[in-house]
């Protein structure tokens, strides 16, 4: 695909992008490029390729889940304004 000047002149008013004259040239022989660039990719053999997440086939390290920190919540709810059945009360926000 090759766009011409008068299309390029058309996109850029679309999207109010203001051109100087010698803009409209090398606007269109980038846009033809990067055009070419996917032609390129497209005409690449893919039959038979599985989607990959990622390029590279990498495995996540995960660490053990160990809780780290001691139990302090005795000590939050001893300072709560208002706790019932060891549930922290606020004021109602919605009515």
Do not use: C, W
Not at 17 to 23: F, K, S, T, Y
Not at 66 to 75: H, Q
């Amino acid at each position: 695909m090759s766009l011409s000047l008068d299309q390029i002149r058309r996109i850029a008013d679309l999207a109010r992008i203001a051109l100087a004259p010698g803009e409209a040239e090398q606007t269109r022989d980038q846009l033809n490029g990067i055009f070419g660039l996917i032609e390129a990719m497209q005409s690449a053999h893919t039959a038979g390729v599985e989607p990959m997440a990622h390029a590279q086939d990498l495995a996540q390290r995960l660490r053990e889940d160990a809780v780290t920190e001691t139990d302090r919540r005795a000590a939050f709810q001893r300072i709560a304004p208002q706790i019932e059945a060891g549930l922290y009360l606020v004021p109602k926000v919605i009515e």
